[in-house]
């Protein structure tokens, strides 16, 4: 007991003991031994201490209180004494780690959610649902979910219809560069059925006066066959009254084949010729 030997110690020095050399050989060696059974009695109580801590911090939820106390304990060389309580440390500790990372990347994926919602981006949204999802976040935000899924839904409908826009007037652009009034049709109704004049009014107008200009094109190109037809007939019959008006429509039409108008005119003037002998 070093208190008993502190104290026998002590009185060995109150009584002379020492003043000789065996006596002084003999108080250094007791002075040696109190030392080392000081040392062994705080080395005692520190395990016994570190063992406490580590029995509590082992029960607690701090990871850092419990890393303090598993170093403590290892200071103390309770490893071996105490092997169980140790493992059981360890095991607590690794749970916490994995409880404390599971719960920064659900706080992580629940802000990243709330981001992507205010945001525009379908893509960055998805991901973050699907992420959200799969770290179980905002457990406690039972709305947070649809939400986010109706957010997704708007921002998927505005992608799709965005990207028919762009489709429309991709083939409205072709179709009038081309000059074809079917596919110009076609392409126009798809762009107004897809609310891209909107946007792109400008084209619409364009691809509307177009269509305009081809159809009146094609409107004379037809009255001036019509008239060029009517005119052929009217040079191969003998009705004076037929040719002059068939020759007028196909002039006042823009027929420009000459060999059918100097025909026309030969054969109005050969009538012309009859019908005055005839009045002879």
């Known amino acids: 007991d070093s208190e008993a030997l502190r104290a026998a110690l002590q009185s060995a020095e109150d009584i002379g003991v020492g003043e000789d050399e065996e006596g002084a050989a003999l108080l250094g060696d007791a002075k040696t031994r109190l030392e080392l059974m000081e040392e062994h009695e705080r080395a005692k109580k520190e395990k016994a201490e570190a063992?406490?801590?580590?029995?509590?911090?082992?029960?607690?939820?701090?990871?850092?209180?419990?890393?303090?106390?598993?170093?403590?304990?290892?200071?103390?060389?309770?490893?071996?004494?105490?092997?169980?309580?140790?493992?059981?440390?360890?095991?607590?500790?690794?749970?916490?780690?994995?409880?404390?990372?599971?719960?920064?990347?659900?706080?992580?994926?629940?802000?990243?959610?709330?981001?992507?919602?205010e945001g525009t981006d379908a893509d960055a949204l998805r991901a973050a649902l699907s992420e959200a999802r799969e770290s179980k976040a905002c457990a406690e935000d039972a709305g947070a979910f649809e939400t986010a899924e109706a957010r997704l839904a708007e921002l998927e409908e505005e992608a799709k219809v965005a990207r028919e826009r762009a489709e429309a007037a991709k083939a409205l652009e072709t179709a009038t560069a081309d000059g074809d009034v079917e596919p110009m049709r076609r392409a126009l109704?798809?762009?107004?059925?897809?609310?891209?004049?909107?946007?792109?009014?400008?084209?619409?107008?364009?691809?509307?006066?177009?269509?305009?200009?081809?159809?009146?094109?094609?409107?004379?190109?037809?009255?001036r066959a019509d008239a060029a037809e009517a005119l052929r007939s009217a040079s191969n019959g003998t009705n004076l009254g037929d040719l002059r008006m068939a020759l007028f429509s196909a002039r006042e039409c823009g027929v420009d084949d000459a060999e059918l108008l100097d025909m026309a005119e030969a054969k109005l003037t050969e009538l012309e010729e009859r019908a005055e002998a005839a009045a002879a």
């Open 189 to 223: 109704a798809r762009a107004r059925a897809c609310g891209l004049g909107d946007e792109r009014a400008e084209l619409v107008a364009e691809a509307e006066a177009r269509i305009e200009e081809l159809e009146e094109a094609a409107r004379r190109a037809r009255e």
């Open 51 to 117: 063992t406490k801590v580590l029995a509590q911090a082992e029960q607690g939820s701090d990871i850092e209180v419990l890393r303090q106390a598993m170093q403590r304990a290892r200071s103390a060389g309770i490893a071996t004494s105490e092997k169980a309580l140790v493992k059981k440390a360890e095991v607590r500790l690794v749970f916490l780690e994995a409880e404390a990372r599971a719960a920064k990347r659900r706080a992580e994926a629940a802000e990243a959610l709330r981001l992507a919602v």
